[in-house]
């Protein structure tokens, strides 16, 4: 049974770096071969998809509060577990015994719940199907790891600990997980098979929210179908479809970029997506590799500016200043290629299809009030972090 706690301790482990660390090195180690992975068989390729926004500005201000809800939840989560950490450590080093005060005093397992708060909140601000899943099975994984916790303390200290247990809850005051369980499944003579019959609903259930939730989505996002050039064009700020389109009208009526969509269109290419940003938006890299010449920042790192991503309710800026402001109607649109799994090239109706990746192509900067394009860039096709499927919105 040790040996069994190990490696679900060690599964833990492992889900928290891939939880915490979504933009740093794990991409390039494990976690991107393993979406490049999903992502070649159509059966999972939609692991690899968001449900909720990501890269965009919604047109929903519940959307755009979810993000900055979840940045919050992530930071207290964590926060909050820590100061249980250094409460059980520093119980140990004392020899104390079972530590019952603090965040202990209400609930025997406050670690627990608090880095599931976390995980929720990054889960909000990274909302890849995969990670969803990853999420479920984590509490799942807690959940069985508290019992057993309970177990052998109560092999070890008996009666007291069993006094600790009926002043206390595991998890969640009221009890709410034990009574949907008890009401739903008293039937049941197996709790084992019980609780693998919740797993199965839980599963099945959250994923199914996902998927109304990513229509949810695209429908509160910028994107404008432009099938006369074979075109998908997303928004990452709010703006009317007509601006949208004459936007890309004026990058298309650039002698460069006109000459080089022909090219690739006689090597076969069916479609295109484009996704328009301001100049100075932050996560460029989610589509490709960040060109930041011509972008001038106005505020330097600060402390204040770190408080006000982790805390976005406290910060001076709302979530479109944090993407990138508009300024003078400069605009970078980046024209990326759309391939099916097999490498095939995917038409622009298609372009929204979990199935369906988006590299990029060609970086165009315009200035939308007098009609100009100020650069036209060849890009490689690949992201900050490679060829790895990256959000659409």
Known sequence: MHGSVAIFYLLIGLEIVIMVSPFAAYFYAGYGPLLNTLYAFP???WLTGFFLPHAVVSESAVLNFVNGFGR???SLGILTFLIGFLQIYAAKFR???????ILYRRIRHPQYLFLAISGLGLLLFWPRFFILILYVNMLFVYYLLARYEEQRMIEQHGDSYRAYMDQTVMFLPGKPGRKIFHSLFSW???KGSALGLVYAIALA?????????????ISQTSITPIPEKQLMAVSIMPQPDESIQNIVEIALQDKTVSEAIQNLQQ????????????RQYMMQGLFAQPDMSGIQRKHRPSFGAAIGFFFPFLGRRDHGEMMGVTNG????LIFSQLTWPNGEYASADKALSFTVKHL???RVDVESENGKVLNVEHTAPRNYWGQMPMPVF
């Open 43 to 45: 059966a999972t390729a």
């Open 72 to 74: 919050t939840l992530f």
């Open 188 to 190: 049941s003579n197996s």
């Open 329 to 332: 109607g400069s605009m970078r």
């Open 360 to 362: 990029p192509l060609l």
């Open 205 to 217: 259930l959250v994923v199914t929210v996902a998927f109304g939730l990513r229509s949810y989505t």
């Open 267 to 278: 090597k076969g290419h069916k479609g295109f997506m484009v996704h328009l940003m301001p």
């Open 95 to 101: 020899r104390k015994g079972v530590v019952t005060g």
